[in-house]
T-cell receptor, first 114, second 109 residues
Framework: EPEVTQTPSHQVTQMGQEVILRCVPISNHLYFYWYRQILGQKVEFLVSFYNNEISEKSEIFDDQFSVERPDGSNFTLKIRSTKLEDSAMYFC????????????FGDGTRLSIL | GENVEQHPSTLSVQEGDSAVIKCTYSDSASNYFPWYKQELGKRPQLIIDIRSNVGEKKDQRIAVTLNKTAKHFSLHITETQPEDSAVYFCAAGASKIIFGSGTRLSIRP
């Protein structure tokens, strides 16, 4: 069964540095998403992406964050000037078509800001 | 803003008994309601979903019900087994999915 893959599995970064989290969505999927889950808490929507542009974003997704589809397979989340509170698990997801279709999650990247 | 409330936060049931998790949502435009199961340290996995044009859906031991008028929906797991132990999240959305706070389900042998 095809899967969403994310790299790295764990990223440790100094506060103030920039990080890029990478995702390879399922190949025939057209919608891509990033979510955040702080340890022990709920999954929080960050952004959705379709046709090379942001479809929807949450209040969390401010100017510190950006997303990009640099080629035909990768989907990235960039976090600039990282803060301690950015420490969380970041999940990428993809769906075949729009919101009313199942979203398949990757295994996540655990981001630790020191 | 949009909000999804989920209850209970923890639930312990005897193996073989049923478990029920309830959620309410605030955005009346919501038309998609997925349920995810998350085991410790793992990804959320979709276990069942329902759309607003359907009131009930069943898949083996799992069923979901939706009451759009009252803006609440529920997950029912029958004949619970030890492998059902996990955190379950409800979610609701129209243009984006908002997750509930999760229910930690423990199955007692």
């Amino acid at each position: 069964e095809p899967e969403v893959t994310q790299t790295p599995s764990h990223q440790v970064t100094q506060m103030g540095q920039e990080v890029i989290l990478r995702c390879v969505p399922i190949s025939n999927h057209l919608y891509f998403y990033w979510y955040r889950q702080i340890l022990g808490q709920k999954v929080e929507f960050l952004v959705s992406f379709y046709n090379n542009e942001i479809s929807e974003k949450s209040e969390i997704f401010d100017d510190q964050f950006s997303v990009e589809r640099p080629d035909g397979s990768n989907f990235t989340l960039k976090i600039r000037s990282t803060k301690l509170e950015d420490s969380a698990m970041y999940f990428c997801a993809s769906s075949e078509s729009g919101l009313l279709q199942p979203q398949h999650f990757g295994d996540g990247t655990r981001l630790s800001i020191l | 803003g949009e909000n999804v409330e989920q209850h209970p936060s923890t639930l312990s049931v005897q193996e073989g008994d049923s478990a029920v998790i309830k959620c309410t949502y605030s955005d009346s435009a919501s038309n998609y309601f997925p349920w995810y199961k998350q085991e410790l340290g793992k990804r959320p996995q979709l276990i069942i979903d329902i759309r607003s044009n359907v009131g009930e859906k069943k898949d083996q031991r799992i069923a979901v019900t939706l009451n759009k008028t009252a803006k609440h929906f529920s997950l029912h797991i029958t004949e619970t087994q030890p492998e059902d132990s996990a955190v379950y999240f409800c979610a609701a959305g129209a243009s984006k999915i908002i997750f509930g706070s999760g229910t930690r389900l423990s199955i007692r042998p």
